[in-house]
């Protein structure tokens, strides 16, 4: 323990020392390295996982949580405004869930608390899986097979939409990305990103983009205004936190997105109209900081943006228990 | 060569002796069981299992080759027929892509004459993923990620739709499921089945299933007529093989479909009327046998029929490489 002390002693002088300078000492920087996921209940996060794949969580049988959240894509669906129940277009871009423990609440407008609260949103929304909590209830408990697993994880037969809610929300737990390079940077290894790529850290940071994206998950931790300086011209009618807290002053404020695997999370913003980062970032400086950023610049920043890649959560395709003959059908056109 | 030869002897001996009992030594069975896959070019493996994965194969960025086949689920949907591009309704069920490599041909009606011709079919047909190959091979071109494994699976970057839908079919090729308990008693674990079991799949074989339902996929080899002995009354337009040769006797013939995995591949027939087994069981025994199964016996046939539940395939979830800024967006809504 002492020796621990002693040598955060000394990283923190040495960094006191280099202060000013243009990359400080990791324990310094206003970003902090994504932790490896730890697994309390690992018969909960296979539960979850299944649940998390399982269309017949929606009314149609065809959506699960994974067409929106799609951990092939960077946990989102890659398209501008989402496809729900019946292809109706969703009123705003779908966030990506890796690293969504680490937002301070869920959905773009903080609505839901946590993760178990936002898991219980889609399954039950018309516009989206147009399913109901009792119906999935009694969807799962016609299942062997998931009777046997809710047991596994819970310790008893039960299924409720507590626990339904609970196991996605384990399962989601897990979904970070550790080791981009960026983190590996951060974590001492000076040779993981490129002059270019740390000259777009240090415009991320003198810019101002830092004031917002910061923490762990780059984001995530702060409702702010969309349209600081200049009026944001959006395609979507959602307003922000407004909904939320009734407050006229939270109009237009939205959750500030996580940056992490943001090469993956296109298009951009919660109305999805940017399509690449350049034009995110362009758009970003222009209506946030009253900034226009050159060519080069924009190129910097984003060399440094895509370095926030990380380790994409891998783990084998589950294998959904089959419905039994007493298994309620999905009805997708009806 | 000389030892198997002879290994073999004995077995074909053994089976002669025990010719006219009701479980017969596997050699002498109907049904073969299921080889594992052997992969020849696994970087094309890997290419094919991405695009099966990948919804930028169609319009709206939302529907994959596994939207409709779900390795999830038994290679199916589990729906009656499947959702297609702005949420139509398909003509007909979605045949499991499990095992399908024993298939004569491919689709219900054996338009496509193997797994790479029907890799085509969807992506272009503007019910299903509604894309067209032009605007696929645009897409995957325009990412270094897939040039890149394109590149490794066939030693050019060329992509285009032949290597497109051969990757697919490569892929497709190795989804067949080894090791079911049936499979276990055809070599030699008599005990891998109850008495029960075996009593059903003495009656399958005397009752005339086995007839067309046979080799290693219990079916997929023949075309056969929907409604033999008594009229069927599908629920679907669907006309079977005539809409491929053009001949009035083929009205009404469909691929007879695999069994493997069935407890996972409900709804079935082509019309996916059937939404359980012992409904399935007494309609085929009806119309295609004109034989009324006792209750029973239709218990006895089904609990056989799911011992031909065999290993799903199993790996990792494909992590897609990303859209480049040149990729064209997909387009759910118009």
Same mark, same amino acid.
């Given at each position: 323990?002492?020796?621990? $002390?002693?040598?955060?002693?000394?990283?923190?002088?040495?960094?006191?020392?280099?202060?000013?300078?243009?990359?400080?000492?990791?324990?310094?920087?206003?970003?902090?390295?994504?932790?490896?996921?730890?697994?309390?209940?690992?018969?909960?996060?296979?539960?979850?996982?299944? $649940?998390? +794949?399982?269309?017949?969580?929606?009314?149609?049988?065809? =959506?699960? /949580?994974?067409? /929106?959240?799609?951990?092939?894509?960077?946990?989102?669906?890659?398209?501008?405004?989402? *496809?729900?129940?019946?292809?109706?277009?969703?009123?705003?871009?779908?966030?990506?869930?890796?690293?969504?423990?680490?937002?301070?609440?869920?959905?773009? %407008?903080?609505?839901?608390?946590?993760?178990?609260?936002?898991?219980?949103?889609?399954?039950?929304?018309?516009?989206?899986?147009?399913?109901?909590?009792?119906?999935?209830?009694?969807?799962? &408990?016609?299942?062997?097979? #998931?009777?046997?697993?809710?047991?596994?994880? #819970?310790?008893?037969?039960?299924?409720?939409?507590? @626990?339904?809610?609970?196991? =996605?929300?384990?399962?989601?737990?897990?979904?970070?990305?550790?080791?981009?390079? +960026?983190?590996?940077?951060?974590?001492?290894? &000076?040779?993981?990103?490129?002059?270019?790529?740390?000259?777009?850290?240090?415009?991320? &940071?003198?810019?101002? /983009?830092?004031? /917002?994206?910061?923490?762990?998950?780059?984001?995530?931790?702060?409702?702010?205004?969309?349209?600081?300086?200049?009026? #944001?011209?959006?395609?979507?009618?959602?307003?922000?936190?407004?909904?939320?807290?009734? &407050?006229?002053? %939270?109009?237009?404020? +939205?959750?500030?997105?996580?940056?992490?695997?943001?090469?993956?999370?296109?298009?951009?913003?919660?109305?999805?109209?940017?399509?690449?980062?350049?034009?995110?970032?362009?758009?970003?400086?222009?209506?946030? $900081?009253? @900034?226009?950023?050159?060519?080069?610049?924009?190129?910097? *920043?984003?060399?440094?943006?895509?370095?926030?890649?990380?380790?994409?959560?891998? +783990?084998?395709?589950? *294998?959904?228990?089959?419905?039994?003959?007493?298994?309620? @059908?999905?009805?997708?056109?009806?």
């Amino acid at each position: 323990m002492s020796v621990r $002390l002693t040598a955060s002693f000394i990283v923190t002088t040495l960094a006191l020392v280099h202060q000013g300078s243009a990359y400080a000492a990791p324990n310094q920087e206003p970003i902090q390295p994504i932790q490896a996921a730890r697994v309390s209940n690992p018969a909960a996060v296979e539960l979850g996982k299944a $649940l998390f +794949f399982d269309p017949r969580l929606s009314k149609s049988g065809f =959506i699960s /949580c994974n067409s /929106c959240h799609n951990l092939s894509m960077g946990g989102t669906d890659n398209l501008k405004t989402s *496809i729900g129940h019946g292809w109706q277009q969703g009123p705003i871009n779908a966030p990506t869930v890796l690293n969504s423990r680490f937002n301070l609440a869920q959905f773009w %407008d903080g609505r839901a608390a946590d993760l178990k609260a936002q898991a219980g949103g889609p399954i039950a929304n018309p516009g989206e899986m147009a399913f109901s909590h009792e119906l999935a209830v009694t969807t799962l &408990k016609s299942m062997p097979g #998931y009777v046997g697993a809710f047991r596994k994880a #819970y310790g008893s037969d039960e299924i409720n939409t507590d @626990r339904i809610t609970s196991a =996605i929300a384990a399962f989601e737990e897990t979904l970070v990305t550790p080791n981009s390079r +960026f983190d590996q940077w951060l974590k001492g290894n &000076k040779k993981a990103l490129t002059t270019n790529e740390l000259a777009g850290y240090k415009l991320f &940071k003198d810019s101002g /983009c830092v004031a /917002c994206h910061n923490g762990p998950a780059v984001g995530g931790n702060s409702y702010q205004k969309m349209g600081v300086v200049e009026a #944001y011209k959006a395609s979507s009618p959602a307003e922000g936190r407004v909904a939320v807290t009734g &407050k006229d002053a %939270d109009r237009f404020n +939205f959750k500030v997105p996580t940056l992490r695997n943001v090469e993956l999370t296109y298009p951009y913003f919660h109305d999805g109209a940017a399509n690449t980062l350049p034009e995110a970032v362009d758009t970003m400086g222009r209506v946030q $900081l009253g @900034r226009k950023f050159t060519a080069d610049e924009n190129t910097k *920043i984003v060399a440094f943006l895509k370095t926030l890649t990380g380790d994409q959560p891998s +783990f084998k395709m589950p *294998i959904l228990p089959p419905s039994a003959d007493a298994t309620p @059908r999905p009805q997708p056109f009806n």
